[in-house]
């Protein structure tokens, strides 16, 4: 198991709240997972990033232990998962993980920036539990899964009534593929007219053409895209995020169509029961 070897800080806005927040993430050898710590309030709360402390997961995923919360942890999260930090101490001193580029590039860089380094207790590697049967979550025609493999895949389906996203799948395995080159760089994206429908949801706030892709009926309104299938690559990033949430990696087949946050978690939390009881 690692920790990062170098503490890093990295500030920016929140995409939903529009306040300017400094995360720091420091190593932790111990073997406590990736936890939050609140250091903006009394006390300084500590948060774990476990599925068990998901608070809410609309249009992101929201995590909270008592009083105190951390929102839209997923970029960051699944750049730990992708950069193989098992173990993180993040201090933060606001209530929203900054948004950055909407991607997970300036997490990834910034832990390798940081370097990594074995954890001295609890460090040594498990091998990931396997699947016996299938999982499936279903809403709609909408839906996501853990089918049993021997190794670790990720396959994801979109489908949007815009013609510059259209139908997109992909598929990408860590094994083949390293995540700061194939996933971390793709953004999140969002709809020019739902814009205005969300802000007086009190959403997006921190919403700009700096850090989202926006794509009307006529097409992008930010251009180029790092991808041409940057959209399904950022649902995918997403996905990763929401199933680090698990305090071991299981080794699976995780195939998700027209799914959201709160599926992910959903999957997340039948595996934790799976683990659980296997």
Not at 107 to 115: L, N, S, T
Not at 148 to 161: E, H, L, Q
Request: contains cysteine.
């Amino acid at each position: 198991m690692n920790t990062i070897a170098n503490s890093f800080t990295v500030s920016g806005i929140g995409l939903h709240s529009g306040i300017t927040t400094n995360v720091r993430v420091c190593p932790e050898k111990r073997a406590t997972g990736r936890y939050f710590v609140r250091v903006d309030l009394p006390e300084k709360p500590t948060i774990p990033a476990h599925v068990e402390a998901v608070s809410q997961t609309t249009l992101s995923t929201e995590l909270a232990a008592g009083e105190a919360r951390v929102r839209t942890v997923e970029h960051l999260l699944a750049a730990c998962a992708g950069s193989g930090v098992d173990n993180a101490r993040i201090e933060i001193d606001g209530e929203e993980v900054p948004i950055m580029d909407g991607s997970a590039l300036s997490w990834v860089e910034g832990i390798a920036q940081a370097g990594l380094q074995q954890c001295s207790d609890g460090g040594k590697s498990k091998d990931a539990p396997t699947l016996e049967e299938p999982i499936w979550i279903r809403e709609g025609d909408a839906f996501v899964a853990a089918l049993p493999a021997a190794g670790t895949r990720f396959t994801y389906g979109i489908d949007f009534d815009y013609p510059a996203i259209g139908n997109q799948w992909y598929s990408w395995s860590p094994a083949a593929e390293s995540f700061a080159e194939a996933i971390a760089p793709a953004r999140t994206f969002g709809f020019a007219d739902v814009i205005e429908k969300l802000r007086d949801l009190g959403l997006i706030k921190g919403g700009s053409l700096d850090n989202a892709l926006v794509c009307s009926r006529m097409g992008w309104l930010n251009p180029p895209l790092r991808f041409a299938n940057e959209p399904v690559r950022h649902k995918l990033l997403d996905l990763v995020g929401d199933l680090s949430l698990l305090p071991d990696p299981i080794s699976a087949h995780f195939l998700a169509y027209k799914a959201s946050h709160k599926l992910h978690v959903q999957l997340t939390k039948a595996l934790m029961y799976h683990i659980s009881n296997s």
